[in-house]
C-alpha cells in the first residue's frame, strides 16, 4: 500500500519492550479482564545442558570475569524465546516463596549493580521483565530506576552483548527478591579492577546501601591492591563466590566482602518449606591464599587459616536458573543461573532486611545471629570438588560452596537484636488507607513506603526511635519514643490530615490536523508520584494534586512510529497549572515536529518512496520496472553498501551483480501536485560511474506523455543527496519521474528516500489501529508480536512501545481508512487474522488473543 508522502522503511523485526499494565490500573483505566496468568510451556527443544556467557571466561590479569551462566539445549548453543519464559524458569515468586521473603518491605531502599560495559536496552527490558511477572515499573521518570557511568554521568561504555546479559540478570535478579528496591545500574568503562572499582566507589557515593558485584578473578597477590575498592562500612559490598568450583577469587575472598556461594533450587513438595536446596556442582569456594582470616569466621571450623569462602549463597545453578528478558546480549527469554544470580539475590534481601547499621560490616551479620538455626536454611548436601572436607563438601554448619545457609526470611541480614515496627496509616476524615507514603525512623535512616493497604514493616535494631508518616496530599505526622525490643513488634498507626486538593483530568490528543487521542506521558514538576500516563485508546488522564498551588506541567507522546520504531514525531508541551481547591478539567493538544515530519499519519507533501514494499524484482506502491530483467531490483544482489546507513533497503541497477548488459527504467506512479508552487524532486543516490554506464532521470508532466531530463551521469561518480527543484511540476495533477540506467559489467546506481513534491509536514489520510496482543491460557502480554495489514506487510507495528512504565503487549498502526484485514505473528504463537473497519481521524481498538503452537483453543 502506498500513501502519498509517507517514506516506507523496512524495520529490524525485534521483541520491542512491553511495558507494565498496572501502570493503567494504578491510572483507574479498566482494561478488558483477562484470564487468569499462568505459566506458558516453551515451544522450543527442551533445555538439557548449559552455557557460560561471552564474558564468563578466564580474563587477563587485573581483569574480572561476569559469573552468569545460561541454561541452553544439548547442543550448548543459546536459544532465546519470544514470547514467554522458559517453564523451567524460576520466578519472582518463587524466589519469594523458596527464602520465605516478607511482603511490603524495601520501599526507599536502593540497590546498586555494578558491571562492566554498556547497556542500552537496560531499562526497556527491566520494564519487560516486570510487566511480565506483574511487579510495579520502575523507571527513570519515577525515580526508582538510575544509570550512570562509573564516575556518575551520562557518558556511558558502549554496548556490550556479553555483559548485557549479565546486567538484565542482575536487575532481574533484584526485582525477583525486592519488588520495592529502588535500583542503582553503574556501568564500568571496562571490565577491569579499576574501572569496576571506581564504579563501587560511586555507587557508595550516591547512597546505595547495598551493593552487588557478579564477577571475579582468580585470587592473585596483586589484587590485594583493589580491595580498598570494596571496604565501606555500613553498606553492604557483596560479590559472587565463583562458577568454576573449589576455587577462590577475588573480590568475593576480600575480608569486608558479602562472598556469595550457589546452591540448586527445586520444588519439592515433599518437604515442609516446599523446596529442596543443595550445594551447586560449580559454586565458588575455598581458603584464600591472599586474604587474613577474619574475626567473624574464628568460631567457624572452615578447615583454613585465612579467610575461606564463601558466606550464604542462593539459588545459582542454572538448571533451576531465574527467567530474564535480555534484548541486548541474547534477544529474548532465557533461563540463567550462576553466582552471578546469587550474588543479586542476596544483595536484595539485605535491602528487605533494612539499613546496614553505620561503621559495621553487613558480612558479619548472618555469623552474629542468634538465631541463625532458623533464620538460615542449612545447606547440606552436595559438593564442588575433590578436597574431601568442608572446603568442597556441604554439611551442617558452615560450609564452603553455600556459606552459613540460604536465607529463611532476611532476619539473618540484619545488624544484632532487633524487631519490628508495623503499623497502618488512615485517612483522619475518611479512614481510608493512604497508599505509597513514606515511612522514616530514625536514628539509624530507616525507611519505607505503605502498600496498597496503608500498611508498613520496618525491621529495626533494639532501640527507641521517632517514626515520621509523609505523604504529598497529608500533613505529616511523627510519633516519639517508638521502643523496639529483640524479636518483638511495635505498632505505630497514623491518621493523617488531608491537606487541600483537586483531581485535574483530561485528554491529550493530536493538535496538527488528525485530532486523534494520544499515548502520552505527563510529568508535573513537584508531584512526587513520578509520571502518569493516558490511556493509549482514548487519550485521558487522571491525577490529585495539592491544591493552592502551580505546577510546570510536561506532556510528550510515548506513542509508537508508523511501523513500531521508537518514533513519537510530536513537540513536548511545557505550561503551567494552577490548581485550588476545586477539580479542574485541562486538556492538551500536541502538535507534530513540522522539521521531522515522522510522527504517524503525517508525511511530507508529494510522492515519497523508500522502497520497503519492494521485493525482488518487483518495486511496489504503484512503481513499474521496465527493460532488462536483470535491471533494478530491490534485494540488493551485489551485496552494495546502503545507501542511507540507516535503511537497509532501496533500490539498485547493478551491472556488476547482472553480469551483462542493463537497460532499465524504474518509473513512478502519479502524483498529484495541483496545490504546490515551488515542488522539488530529492532523493538519495549511490551513483558509481563507469565506461559505457549512464544514469539519467527524468520528470513528466503530461501523465507520461512526454520526458525532460532534469539529472545525469556516466563516468563521474554521484554519491550523496540530490536536491533538483522542478518549477515545471507545479500545479500539475499528473506529474511522474524516471530512474534509467544503462551499462554492462560496470558498476551501480542505487535510490533512496525519494521526494517529489515539498517539504511540507502534511496529515495524511487514515486512522490508527492499536490494542493489546495477549497469550490465550495465561493473559500474559505478549511481546514481539508483529502486527500487519495483510494487503501490505510493510504496514506493520510490534507489540510494545518505547516508553517503559506503562502498557503491556501495546501495539499502534496507522493505515489508510477503510477495511483491513490484519495478522498477528509471533514466534511460538498460531498466527491470528482479524478484519477492522479503520476509521479516518480515529483509533480504532483491535486486541489479540493468541495460541500457543500445540496449546488449546
Request: charge should be negative; aromatic fraction near 8%.
Amino acid at each position: 500500500m502506498r500513501i502519498p508522502g509517507l517514506i516506507r522503511r523496512r524495520p529490524v523485526v525485534a521483541p520491542v519492550v512491553a511495558l507494565a499494565l498496572a501502570a493503567l490500573i494504578g491510572l483507574g483505566l479498566h482494561l478488558p479482564a483477562r484470564s487468569a496468568p499462568g505459566t506458558v510451556a516453551a515451544a522450543t527443544v527442551p533445555l538439557t545442558t548449559s552455557t557460560n556467557t561471552g564474558c564468563n571466561k578466564t580474563p587477563r590479569k587485573g581483569f574480572v570475569r561476569c559469573m552468569s551462566v545460561v541454561r541452553t539445549p544439548a547442543d550448548h548453543v543459546v536459544t532465546p524465546q519470544v514470547a514467554a519464559p522458559p517453564a523451567t524458569a524460576l520466578t519472582p515468586s518463587d524466589i519469594q516463596g523458596a527464602y520465605r521473603l516478607p511482603a511490603g518491605r524495601g520501599g526507599g531502599q536502593t540497590v546498586a549493580i555494578v558491571d562492566a560495559y554498556g547497556d542500552s536496552k537496560a531499562e526497556e527490558d527491566l520494564a519487560a521483565y516486570r510487566a511480565y511477572y506483574n511487579l510495579p515499573p520502575c523507571t527513570t521518570a519515577s525515580g526508582c530506576f538510575k544509570k550512570v557511568d562509573q564516575n556518575g554521568g551520562s557518558n556511558y561504555p558502549p554496548d556490550d552483548p556479553e555483559w548485557g546479559t549479565e546486567t538484565t540478570l542482575d536487575l532481574d535478579a533484584v526485582s525477583a527478591a525486592c519488588p520495592a528496591c529502588n535500583i542503582l545500574l553503574v556501568q564500568g568503562d571496562d571490565a577491569s579492577f579499576d574501572s569496576l572499582g571506581t564504579a563501587e566507589n560511586t555507587a557508595v557515593a550516591l547512597g546505595a546501601k547495598f551493593v552487588s558485584n557478579s564477577y571475579g578473578a582468580d585470587e592473585d597477590p596483586s589484587e590485594l591492591a583493589y580491595s580498598h575498592y570494596y571496604d565501606h562500612p555500613g553498606v553492604v559490598i557483596a560479590a559472587s563466590s565463583g562458577d568454576v568450583g573449589n576455587k577462590v577469587g577475588s573480590p568475593s575472598s576480600f575480608q569486608n566482602v558479602v562472598s556469595v556461594g550457589g546452591t540448586k533450587l527445586a520444588k519439592d513438595t515433599s518437604t515442609s518449606r516446599g523446596w529442596n536446596e543443595t550445594a551447586w556442582t560449580s559454586a565458588g569456594s575455598g581458603c584464600s591464599t591472599i586474604s587474613a582470616r577474619p574475626d567473624y569466621q574464628v568460631a567457624q571450623d572452615t578447615h583454613c587459616a585465612n579467610r575461606a569462602t564463601s558466606d550464604i549463597s542462593a539459588d545459582a545453578d542454572p538448571a533451576s536458573g531465574l527467567a530474564i528478558y535480555d534484548t541486548l546480549g541474547q534477544g529474548g527469554w532465557l533461563q540463567v543461573g550462576g553466582t552471578s544470580l546469587a550474588s543479586p539475590l542476596v544483595t536484595a534481601m539485605y535491602a528487605l532486611a533494612g539499613t546496614p547499621a553505620a561503621g559495621t560490616y553487613p558480612v558479619t551479620y548472618p555469623y552474629h545471629d542468634a538465631h541463625a538455626a532458623t533464620d538460615l536454611f542449612d545447606i547440606t548436601q552436595g559438593s564442588n570438588g575433590t578436597c574431601g572436607n568442608v572446603l568442597c563438601n556441604a554439611g551442617p554448619g558452615w560450609d564452603g560452596p553455600t556459606g552459613l545457609g540460604t536465607p529463611n526470611g532476611v532476619e539473618a541480614l540484619s545488624y544484632g537484636e532487633h524487631g519490628d515496627i508495623t503499623g497502618q496509616v488512615t485517612d483522619a476524615a475518611t479512614g481510608a488507607p493512604v497508599t505509597d507514603a513514606v515511612i522514616t525512623a530514625s536514628p539509624g535512616g530507616y525507611l519505607t513506603h505503605t502498600d496498597s493497604t496503608g500498611h508498613y514493616d520496618i525491621s529495626a535494631n533494639v532501640g527507641s526511635y521517632t517514626v515520621t508518616a509523609t505523604s504529598y496530599t497529608y500533613a505529616s505526622a511523627s510519633r516519639t519514643g517508638v521502643d523496639v525490643a529483640a524479636d518483638a513488634g511495635t505498632t505505630a498507626d497514623f491518621t493523617l490530615q488531608a491537606k487541600s486538593r483537586a483531581t485535574v483530568s483530561g485528554t491529550v490528543a493530536d493538535g496538527s490536523g488528525h485530532g486523534w487521542p494520544l499515548f502520552a506521558r505527563i510529568t508535573i514538576d513537584g508531584y512526587p508520584g513520578g509520571p502518569i500516563y493516558t490511556d493509549p485508546f482514548t487519550g485521558r488522564y487522571s491525577v490529585t494534586l495539592a491544591g493552592q498551588s502551580t505546577y510546570q506541567v510536561h506532556v510528550v507522546p510515548v506513542y509508537p512510529g508508523v511501523l513500531g520504531a521508537p518514533d513519537d514525531g510530536y513537540l513536548q508541551q511545557d505550561t503551567d497549572l494552577t490548581v485550588s481547591s476545586s477539580d479542574v478539567s485541562r486538556d492538551f493538544r500536541l502538535t507534530v515536529d513540522q522539521t521531522a515530519c515522522t510522527a504517524p499519519g503525517y508525511g511530507w507533501n508529494g510522492l515519497s518512496e523508500g522502497f520497503s514494499d519492494a521485493q525482488g524484482g518487483t518495486p511496489g506502491d504503484g512503481w513499474t520496472v521496465s527493460g532488462s530483467s536483470t535491471g533494478w531490483r530491490f534485494d540488493n544482489p551485489g551485496n552494495r553498501a546502503a545507501v542511507n546507513q540507516l535503511d537497509s533497503h532501496f533500490a539498485v541497477a547493478d551491472s556488476g551483480a547482472a553480469k551483462g548488459r542493463i537497460d532499465s527504467t524504474l518509473t513512478s506512479p502519479a502524483v498529484d501536485l495541483s496545490g504546490q508552487k515551488a515542488p522539488h524532486l530529492t532523493f538519495m543516490s549511490g551513483y558509481y560511474g563507469a565506461n559505457g554506464q549512464r544514469a539519467d532521470v527524468e520528470l513528466s508532466t503530461d501523465g507520461g506523455r512526454s520526458w525532460t531530463g532534469v539529472w545525469h551521469r556516466t563516468t563521474a561518480n554521484g554519491a550523496g543527496s540530490v536536491d533538483l527543484p522542478v518549477p515545471q511540476a507545479a500545479g500539475k495533477k499528473d506529474v511522474r519521474v524516471r530512474f534509467h540506467f544503462t551499462g554492462v559489467h560496470g558498476w551501480w546506481w542505487s535510490l533512496d528516500d525519494l521526494l517529489l513534491g515539498t517539504r511540507t509536514c502534511t496529515a495524511l489520510p487514515g486512522g490508527i489501529v492499536s490494542g493489546l496482543v495477549t497469550d490465550h491460557a495465561t493473559g500474559k502480554p505478549v511481546q514481539g508480536s508483529v502486527v500487519a495489514d495483510t494487503a501490505s506487510p510493510s504496514d506493520r507495528a510490534v507489540a510494545g512501545t518505547t516508553e517503559q512504565a506503562t502498557v503491556s503487549g501495546f501495539y499502534s498502526l496507522f493505515l489508510e481508512a477503510g477495511r483491513k484485514q490484519l495478522g498477528a505473528t509471533t514466534p511460538g504463537y498460531t498466527t491470528a487474522t482479524a478484519t477492522t473497519a479503520v476509521s479516518p481521524d480515529r483509533v480504532t481498538r483491535l486486541d489479540w488473543d493468541l495460541h500457543a503452537v500445540g496449546g488449546t483453543r
